[in-house]
């Protein structure tokens, strides 16, 4: 059913994944996933931040003004993003200390922004929160698939669980370093595109690079591909109008 809470949860994580679909979010995506600890650490505190940013501001979306709306949203997040790294400190203080500026930084990472202008502002608190779910879910798998790669070849690791012996195996240290993270993530984005073609194919209908394919023409408030500045732009522009 469309946009229903289970359409929303499988959207963020398989049509409109931010990572591997939409490209969102590649700071944390490329720096922090130098283990699978670290990008499924990541994830989870970026999804707890996305469910409860977006049941937060679908509840206020009638009372926050317009005008201000985006340092609204900030402040809410900023909120969360605080609460998310005192539970860390205080629980798992080695996965904040990996994570480091990563964890405040989650304030300003797009796919939360995004999803609060595109679609927690303009829908239901249910729908919103699992539409929050669902894209952190994704961001959650694609960071821990990245890490899991990096580590394992890159250190013979996997969650510091030893699967590649170094009597047989020399670990290829670049995919610890910057450059195999953009290697490995091109990688992934490859495979997903193959799939995506190979099953369009087979339907017939034509595989978008992300939502309906063509931003300059869509009025979906509720596709993650437009971005929260371009929408910004389009409702000043029917004010004017």
Do not use: W
């Amino acid at each position: 059913m469309k946009n229903s809470p289970i359409e929303r949860l499988l959207n963020g994580i398989i049509k409109e994944n931010p990572t591997l679909v939409l490209m969102l979010g590649m700071c944390p995506t490329l720096a922090v996933t130098t283990s699978a600890k670290n990008g499924a650490g990541m994830g989870l505190a970026t999804t707890a931040v996305l469910m409860f940013s977006n049941l937060i501001i679908s509840l206020l979306r009638n009372f926050i003004p317009d005008r201000v709306r985006i340092p609204g949203y900030i402040v809410i997040i900023a909120s969360l993003v605080t609460i998310v790294q005192f539970v860390l400190q205080g629980y798992v203080p080695a996965l904040n200390d990996a994570l480091g500026v990563y964890i405040p930084l989650i304030v300003v990472n797009c796919i939360i922004l995004g999803r609060a202008e595109a679609y927690a502002s303009k829908n239901s608190p249910i729908n919103s929160f699992f539409d929050g779910l669902g894209m952190g879910l994704g961001f959650t798998v694609s960071l821990t698939i990245l890490g899991t790669f990096r580590e394992l070849l890159g250190a013979g690791t996997v969650f510091d669980i030893t699967v590649l012996s170094e009597s047989f195996y020399t670990p290829i240290t670049i995919f610890i370093l910057a450059p195999g993270a953009f290697f490995v993530l091109s990688c992934l984005v490859a495979i997903q595109n193959k799939v995506k073609n190979r099953k369009a194919k087979e339907t017939g209908v034509p595989a978008p690079a992300g939502g309906c394919g063509d931003c300059s023409q869509c009025n979906n408030s509720m596709c993650g591909s437009r971005s929260f500045f371009d929408m910004t732009v389009d409702d000043k522009k029917k004010e004017e109008e």
